[in-house]
């Protein structure tokens, strides 16, 4: 059996969402997601998938009666805030707040998919 350390973090995220499908499809096209794998269930809605975001892996799957929906909120470290803040708001998202540089050293932004997961995208500011 592999290390799971070579696969995942010590800490990783797993969401349960109320469209899991939609959820794979926002986290590819708002920051380039890549599909490493996925589980159906027998009515053919997401059981498990993991989708690899740069150099980190979130788990999820579909909200139902075995577990519901839960709200989260995750912190992107992407060094083109803005260029990622536009693509999500394009892939669905709401905006939370728009890309600006903060007193604490970080450039921000935050939005909202349409699972209600809230993203805070952000990067030292140099």
Not at 4 to 10: E, F
Not at 77 to 98: C, F, H, N, P
Request: aromatic share 10%; net charge negative; proline share 6%.
């Amino acid at each position: 059996m592999a290390n799971p350390s070579d696969t995942y973090r010590t800490v990783t995220p797993y969401l349960v969402v109320p469209d899991a499908d939609g959820e794979i499809k926002f986290l590819e096209s708002a920051f380039g997601g890549s599909l490493s794998g996925c589980m159906r269930g027998p009515d053919g809605k997401v059981a498990h998938a993991e989708v690899r975001i740069g150099d980190s892996l979130i788990m999820l799957g579909q909200a139902g009666d075995f577990m519901k929906a839960m709200p989260a909120a995750l912190y992107l470290w992407i060094e083109d805030v803005d260029a990622t803040y536009a693509r999500a708001l394009a892939a669905g998202a709401t905006s939370q707040s728009a890309p600006e540089d903060k007193p604490y050293g970080h450039r921000n932004a935050g939005v909202v998919d349409a699972c209600g997961v809230t993203w805070w995208i952000g990067w030292l500011v140099k």
